[in-house]
């Protein structure tokens, strides 16, 4: 097998040779550590690369599929993680200088649950400061680079993780997805990042943004590796009676799905190229089978008010005591966003709650009259590292609001949401697709999510990587 053909590196390829015993996971394992460390001075995807303790986990995987003990789908599969992760014994940075040293005693639940299933960790990935952010920019450790072009931003702030899946420095990723975290990174870099129904997916021993807001998903090349790794990390208990959905049924396609295309909010602000791109790929939908139907989402213009008003108040709860004594210890963007908001009052945070209750159940009554909702990701491509506004149309907004501005109203309403890759803008950046779908609907998301990706080839297209071979 040939590693190098980018198309080969997935787990629905890789799993049957693995179990085949065609390829070993010692041999990919290596493989994707030599390419990380290549490739980590032009990309700074990773913190972290635990090259040790992956050969290790590999040698183990081989000798049990050698064994005839093959655990399933994810047995001996390279995965990184943001370095929000807990992993015993290796240091959780969170993209801080406070926690640079900090090395937790135990694994986070979501890691316990992927080494159960036999995967390797290979590493923890590079994020914007304590994923505080949508650009992956970090003050400590540098920024992350986008793979198609190194002077652009990865998106954020599961940066690291999207860039290595990308660039073929592991198989899958886990990230983390407050206000689009997952989403942004998968569309600036061409992957396909899911972002669970809030709650399915366990937090315990994830560094937090904002718990209310706060969700752990996959970062994948396609959308069925997406769905194997949610099968495994969705959390016991009610929701775990949906999990056997979430593959299940992948492949009956988009017959008679009700595609949902919002009148308001999504489609205002977008660069040319980009509204052309993401309508070429929605009007896809009727060609498998699907209806297009237009929907009204009243009140959306407060999403970006009240996503950031909660944030900001769960974020200073956690670093209040760090704030009070290492203040200067923070990069100069996210200190100055907290100490602006230290006088915040309680009952401000209070009053967004409520009104997010009152968004929340507007979306879902909105949405009974479809199955999947569909719209961009973001409304530009990925910009420049030392860019701070992006121009759209006559106008000029904030870099941060036009990351955040689509993604947060699937947060805010804690429903499942998935970017997929769905063609390129006019300077060659990778276009998402972004697909929200109803609570505890990952099975309707995944299989619309899927039935676009088969009649299409952009998650086929990968960037040559720096040195100039294929990615």
Known sequence: MDLHNDQSLTVVRLAPLIRRREISPLELTRFMIERAERLQPQLNAFITITGELALSQAREATEEIAKGSYRGPLHGIPLSLKDLFDVRHIRTTAGSRILRN????????????????????LGKTNLHEFAFGATSVNPHYGPVHNPWDPARISGGSSGGSAVAVVAGLCVASLGTDTGGSIRIPAAACGCVGLKPTHGLVPLSGVIPLAPSLDHVGPIT???EDAATILEVIARDGTAARRRGKMLHGLRQGAEGLRIGIPKQYFFDRLRRDVRRVVLTAISCFQDVGAKLVEIDLPGMNETGELAAGITVAEAMAYHWKW??????????DLRARMMESLEMPAVAYLHCQERRQAYAERVTRAMDVCDVL??????????????TEVALGASRESVRNALLRLTRPANLAGLPAISIPCGF?????????????PRFGESTLLRAAWSYERSTPWHTKFPLDPAGTEG
């Open 323 to 332: 704030l009070q004594t290492r203040a200067e210890d923070y990069g100069e």
């Open 102 to 121: 900090y090395r937790p005693r135990r694994n986070a639940a979501v890691v316990d649950r992927l080494l159960g299933s036999g995967c390797v960790i």
């Open 221 to 223: 090349r396609c959308v």
């Open 425 to 437: 803008s006019s300077e060659g950046m990778p276009v998402g697709l972004q697909l929200i779908g």
């Open 374 to 387: 569909a719209g961009p990701t973001l409304p530009i491509p990925a910009c420049f590292i030392q860019d």
